[in-house]
């Protein structure tokens, strides 16, 4: 007797919604096995910075990614620090060469040299 389609082919004897069914145990372990696979990765690649504050300790992954979140947030506090930091600096030389430019084109404007204006343009381009 030779085999039935019926049994060939079981997909086409199930509605959409068993297909589902079926379908979402298989999603649910893949999309567990992909947050999994990033807490590890996470783990890793912070391994140094978790043993800073929790050495010789096994970590959870609420744990992990507590101390992530919190690491992050400390990375992005010095960033803007920095950057305001280079902001001053860069302010302050804007500040300065414009202060230059000024006194340059108030002294040049007097013809008459004397010895102080000499030693203060001397000064400046030093």
Known sequence: ???STVFMEPNN???PKEKNKLRKPV???MRRDRI???IEQ???LLEKEF??????SKLEKADILEMTVSYLKQQSQL???RSFHKSSQFDFREGYSRCLQEAFHFLSLHKVRT????????????
């Open 115 to 126: 010895e102080t204006q000499t030693k203060l343009l001397s000064h400046f381009q030093k």
């Open 51 to 56: 043993q800073r504050h929790q050495p010789n």
């Open 36 to 38: 999994n696979s990033s």
């Open 1 to 3: 007797m030779a085999p």
């Open 13 to 15: 004897l199930l509605t």
């Open 42 to 44: 996470l783990k890793l």
């Open 79 to 81: 960033q803007m620090k």
């Open 27 to 29: 999603v649910e372990k």
